[in-house]
Nanobody
Framework: QVQLAESGGGLVQAGGSLRLSCAAS????????MGWFRQAPGKEREFVAT????????YYLDSVKGRFTISRDNANNTVYLRMDSLKPEDTVIYYC??????????????????WGQGTQVTVSS
């Protein structure tokens, strides 16, 4: 069993930056593909980014490419999402997720095995 806990959300002005963190419990972290998803009120949860178990490969939602960066620290069981040039439309709840699948990195909500509680990001215009 893996437990995930996000942190780092908050209020930021448009054009600003935030870094989300997700701390994972369990000894299997380094074998998991990790990802970030997001969900706006009344909408389906959507994929944002994923990173391979070793951190060597990443995959992003088109609308965040060049603005968001996913990374991981396997020694500390943590995955990050650096978000730059934030826009008001990035205002949603962000969820950390993990899967035991070995690939590919283009994953769906249904592919993920573990979820965090979510962290709110609000971007003011």
């Amino acid at each position: 069993q893996v437990q995930l806990a996000e942190s780092g959300g908050g209020l930021v002005q448009a054009g600003g930056s935030l870094r989300l963190s997700c701390a994972a419990s369990g000894r299997t972290f380094s074998t998991l593909i990790m990802g970030w998803f997001r969900q706006a009120p009344g909408k389906e949860r959507e994929f944002v980014a994923t990173i391979s178990w070793c951190g060597g490969s990443t995959y992003y939602l088109d609308s965040v490419k060049g603005r968001f960066t996913i990374s991981r620290d396997n020694a500390n069981n943590t995955v990050y999402l650096r978000m730059d040039s934030l826009k008001p439309e990035d205002t949603v709840i962000y969820y950390c997720a993990a899967t035991r699948l070995r690939g590919p990195l283009r994953l769906r909500v249904s592919d993920m095995d573990y979820w965090g509680q979510g962290t709110q990001v609000t971007v003011s215009s």
